[in-house]
């Protein structure tokens, strides 16, 4: 017995694929079912080209083992359509249904003739041919695709992706953040209004940012220009000239390694607020260093000119010399200065690098590999300083630390902070020196950091505890751990407990938790008097025989039900008595095991 399934999916000929009937081909010969066909666009949205029941409609027609497809509009050329059908759509003679539901992809050809398309104002996909076509997108986001010839493609308002394709290509975002593309041909791509990103791949091409904080990518010869705003400007690879401009505001130029040709920049600002140059991206392997200093980079004066010139590597090297990769036109090599190269790399060869703050919210500041300065602010904030030596502050909210090589000095200000490192625990010493905690890697990996106002140091494998003091919440919770079960806690458990606290529950409360556990029932008895309770408090958290005054004091509050059970253990693990003792054990901090909550 043969099971019934489609074999193919094509375009009726004989007339142009838009306007055409769409004809499935099944293995057997096939009659009506139940249930509904839709032929929905794959861009747009998944606009319904068509919905119809199998045995009412009037736009699907059955005949031997085909069934066609008759759709109420023209379809687009260029465009990809789904056929969406259940299995119980179709029957074959023995009263079997399809052996599967399916969902398949019919494409139509690009059209035989120039186009000339305008969109609506909403979102469109335009999609031209392999000829000269003009495409416009109006408004809404908009795909419009050029393909072959000499395409002329118009974004309109809001945000859209034009694409040129082959040919010499004319891409004019308009408003909106818009990504222009153009892989081939000699192309003049135009952002327009807002943030966009344009690129161009091969030939010689014309990029403007216009106003706004554009970035623009070149992967051969080109004219660029950022206009207004903030805009990074990108030579992946030169292999003819590319000349280049960033127009008002701070702009950024970066470039590939081993560019063939010079790239000439003429309008860089120098100094405080102005433009910057990211020469690490000069190199495949930059080392992690002022590469002014390692003989890798200069600045050379040439009559009004300054040429960024590079030694791929370096003074330690012999292979390769000084060459010329950027002229910066009208520029004086002296008024360079560390604002004007990426992490703040001085021309004088200082090891200072950048000095970043944040603001009241949540902030990410990423240090480079110099020795910069960050300064979080309020908020919970994330800082990874990198290589360098490092001056990490947290401010005030819960914040954290990523330590690289180098040696940093973290302060974490107010709230409960953590310092992270991917060495393992057993792989680090950690002490305490004047009042700060040291973290030193033994391997070398990281250096040897300062911390303070730090609560948690989470390693690879285990984490380690630093808030011990009498109002640290770490501390409270080692204390009550082990006055409640006269033993050193183990580290899963105090993994726990800590992300308990740091959910928001009290001491009281695990307190409580304690008290009704398995295992003090065990020490203590299922049903301790009051008398015993005390006794053993006494024997397990202060390891002494009870005193007469403290003993009646701790019976009759008991006895008058003044207290829990749960609340005197409390008190017992943060008398000064305790907290002293305790310290002796954990007063350079203590490890455990984060606790990882799952969510259902």
């Known amino acids: 017995m043969t099971t019934l399934s489609l074999t193919s999916i094509a375009f009726a000929t004989g007339v142009p694929e838009p306007k055409a009937n769409i004809i499935l081909t099944f293995n057997a010969p096939v009659t009506a079912g139940s249930g509904e066909i839709v032929l929905r666009s794959v861009y747009n949205d998944g606009f319904p080209v068509l919905t119809e029941d199998i045995a009412t409609s009037g736009r699907i027609t059955i005949a031997g083992n085909t069934v066609t497809l ?118 003049v791509l135009s952002g327009g209004a807002g943030n966009d990103f344009l690129t161009a791949a091969r030939g010689t091409n014309k990029l403007s940012g216009g106003a706004g904080d554009d970035v623009l990518v070149v992967n051969g010869g080109a004219i660029m220009d950022g206009g207004d705003g903030d805009d990074l400007l990108h030579v992946n690879s030169a292999d003819s000239d590319v000349t280049a401009s960033g127009g008002a505001g701070r702009d950024v130029f970066a470039f590939a390694p081993r560019l063939a040709s010079v790239v000439t920049i003429t309008d860089f600002a120098t100094g405080a607020g102005g433009d910057v140059l990211d020469p690490y991206q000069l190199f495949s392997d930059a080392p992690a260093a002022n590469l002014f200093t390692t003989g890798h980079l200069r600045l050379q004066q040439s009559g009004g000119d300054t040429l960024v010139q590079i030694d791929l590597d370096g ?88 330590s690289d090589a180098g040696n940093d000095v973290v302060a974490g200000g107010a709230g409960l902070d953590s310092a992270s490192y991917t060495a393992l625990l057993s792989s680090v010493r950690i002490t305490q020196v004047d009042g700060a905690t040291r973290v030193e890697d033994l391997l070398g990996n990281q250096g040897t950091d300062l911390l303070t106002g730090v609560e948690r140091i989470r390693f690879s494998d285990l984490s380690w505890a630093l808030d011990v003091g009498i109002d640290g919440d770490a501390g409270k919770v080692y204390r009550l751990y082990q006055a409640a079960f006269d033993r050193k806690p183990d580290a899963a458990g105090l993994g726990y407990w800590l992300s308990v606290t740091e959910f928001g529950s009290s001491m009281e409360s695990v307190a409580s938790s304690f008290t009704q556990s398995a295992e003090f029932r065990k020490l203590y008895g299922d049903t301790p008097t009051n008398a015993e309770l005390v006794t053993r408090y006494y024997s397990n958290v202060l390891h002494r025989a009870p005193d007469a005054g403290g003993y009646a004091y701790w019976v009759d509050v008991l006895d008058r039900q003044l207290a829990s059970a749960s609340q005197v253990l409390n008190h017992f693990s943060e008398s000064r008595e305790n907290v002293d003792a305790v310290a002796k054990i954990i007063g350079g901090g203590f490890e455990y095991k984060p606790f990882t909550w799952s969510i259902d």
């Not at 023209?74 to 249904?97: C, E, K, N």
């Not at 019919?106 to 003009?134: F, K, Q, W």
């Not at 908020?379 to 290589?387: F, H, I, N, R, T």
């Open 70 to 187: 008759d759709p109420s509009v023209d379809l687009s050329f260029g465009g990809r359509y789904q056929v969406i059908f259940p299995s119980g759509l179709l029957r074959d003679a023995a009263g079997g249904t399809l052996d599967q539901a399916y969902d398949t992809v019919v494409a139509t050809s690009l059209s035989p003739v120039a186009l000339r398309l305008d969109g609506t104002g909403g979102e469109d996909r335009l999609v031209g041919s392999n000829l000269a076509d003009t495409l416009s997108g109006n408004g809404g986001n908009d795909d419009l695709e050029g393909w072959d010839g000499n395409d002329t493609l118009h974004g309109g308002g809001d945000n859209d992706t034009l694409l040129g394709g082959d040919g010499d290509d004319l891409l004019f975002g308009g408003d909106g953040n818009d990504n222009l593309y153009d892989d081939s041909g000699d192309n």
């Open 315 to 402: 003074a330690a090297g012999q292979q390769s010399g000084f060459r010329t990769v950027v002229a910066l036109r009208n520029t004086k090599a002296d008024t360079l200065t560390s604002d004007n190269f990426a992490q703040g790399m001085s021309p004088s060869g200082s090891s200072k690098g950048m000095t970043l703050h944040g603001t009241a919210e949540r902030d990410y500041l990423y240090g480079g590999v110099l020795d910069d300065t960050l300064d979080g602010g309020a908020g919970d904030d994330l800082l990874v300083g990198g290589a360098g030596n490092d001056a990490l502050d947290g401010g005030a909210g819960r914040d954290l630390f990523w």
